[in-house]
């Protein structure tokens, strides 16, 4: 088994695997005849994940369910919501231009899901041997808050409007 993390030369190398996204096939039956296929391989690559200890973002199921803050707060009426939004493919409309690209919202729940990954504790390692985790259930991640991860640029609200050059001159400086 390997985990999801490496070490060379003082640099940490993380590991995630990505699952394909479903596609609209209503849409794009020109150039995908079957849906199935795709998600066979998503549940290929899921399965590969869990064999090699590797955490996974899980495209293939998470583009069909809502937006983390829009689904509600009970519990039974999160299930109930998250049916609904399947059953009726409102994932198609909200998250797809065109059958197979990604809209705004498709973009913003990819975020989601990615940022879910990071988050997640992972597989801990100590002196090369892996430790398993209690929960064998309970999915891997990479361990990394999001909100702690070095950023190359400013974020976007601290770009100046009138001058963006100004912002990202002192950066291409140093």
């Not at 009426?77 to 409309?93: A, V, Y």
């Not at 797809?96 to 729940?109: Q, W």
């Not at 398993?132 to 990394?144: F, M, Q, R, S, Y």
């Amino acid at each position: 088994n390997q985990c999801s993390t490496s070490s060379s030369e003082n640099a940490i190398v993380a590991v995630a695997l990505s699952t394909p996204p479903p596609c609209d096939t209503t849409i794009q039956e020109k150039s995908r005849h079957n849906e199935n296929v795709t998600k066979l391989y998503a549940e290929a690559c899921v399965q590969l994940a869990r064999e090699m200890n590797v955490p996974v973002v899980d495209l293939w199921n998470g583009m069909q369910v809502p937006i983390t803050k829009h689904v509600a707060a009970k519990e039974e009426d999160k299930e109930q919501q998250r049916s609904s939004f399947r059953e009726k493919e409102q994932w198609k409309i909200d998250f797809l231009s065109d059958g197979l690209h990604l809209t705004p919202l498709g973009n913003y729940r990819l975020y989601e899901l990615v940022v879910e990954v990071l988050d997640r504790p992972m597989l801990s390692v100590e002196n090369d041997e892996k430790v398993e985790k209690k929960d064998e259930e309970e999915p891997l991640g990479l361990g990394l808050s999001v909100k702690n991860l070095p950023r190359a640029y400013p974020d976007h609200s601290l770009v100046n409007d009138e001058n963006p050059g100004k912002t990202f001159g002192t950066i291409a400086e140093k």
